[in-house]
């Protein structure tokens, strides 16, 4: 039996100063271990500052701003900026080329690597977002989320290590209450590799987001002491995605 180990990751680290203040706050004062970084916002310079010394992953951004590469093809773009809707058509060097671009900006912007990648909206279900994905991650020796067993079986048979139990999501209701989290806590798998996803923050300031006061929720759960106590009664400490690449 693979040993247990539980990454509490907040996403969207750069999103917007007040959502960056609040994910600041949980990995500092709470007990959020990594977060992953949107590296083509307005904001992330600011981010990149202000989260010196934490465990700091790409948030592989593909569905709003700009390219940072250069080359990316227009005709995938919405007047020169990314577009949701548009990802599941994005060519795989296509996004081979930009996952690369954004890591060699979050590199230059914190003056480290990446930790590991996810994506924004999860876009990497579909199936070139993924296999342009898996090639950057895998030149870079960088682990990948994976939000399902399909994922997880197509990412390590292209030699990417991945977490082994994804846990979390985002909708009209704040996921992570209390509540709940005690409750998924109590309840986690016996081994593997188990990444808890997150989105704490304060409401945005500057970007409009369906998920707005909910991060305050989840921020005022990752923050309350309660939260420490069910890692403790479950004999955890979170830790970040290195676990993944200990040894390799």
Not at 161 to 176: L, M, P, Q, R, S
Request: aromatic share 6%; with cysteine; glycine share 8%.
């Amino acid at each position: 039996m693979s040993a247990r180990a539980l990454i509490i990751n907040a996403d969207d680290l750069g999103y917007d100063p007040a959502v960056t203040r609040g994910i600041l706050r949980a990995m500092r004062e709470g007990v959020v271990s990594s977060a992953t970084f949107m590296v083509n916002t307005p904001y992330s310079e600011a981010a990149a500052r202000e989260a010196q010394g934490l465990s700091i992953g790409l948030h592989l951004n593909l569905a709003r701003g700009e390219p940072v590469w250069p080359g990316f093809p227009r005709d995938f773009l919405e007047g020169g900026a990314f577009s949701e809707a548009r990802a599941p058509t994005l060519p795989a060097e296509a996004v081979e080329h930009e996952a690369r671009a954004q890591l060699a900006q979050l590199a230059k912007l914190l003056g480290r690597p990446a930790t590991h990648v996810d994506v924004h909206k999860h876009l990497h279900r579909h199936r070139s977002v993924l296999a342009g994905l898996a090639r950057a991650a895998r030149a870079a020796g960088l682990p990948v989320r994976s939000i399902d067993e399909t994922m997880r079986r197509e990412l390590v048979a292209q030699g990417v290590a991945t977490n082994a139990h994804f846990i979390g999501d985002a909708g009209a209701e704040a996921y992570w209450t209390l509540e709940r989290f005690e409750a998924a806590v109590g309840a986690l798998p016996a081994s593997g590799v188990i990444e808890l996803m997150c989105h704490p923050g304060y409401t945005p300031e500057e970007v409009k987001s369906g998920y707005a006061a909910q991060r305050e929720v989840e921020l005022a759960t990752f923050l309350h002491p309660q939260a420490k106590e069910a890692l403790a009664r479950a004999g955890l400490t979170p830790t970040g995605f290195s676990v993944l690449t200990a040894g390799r």
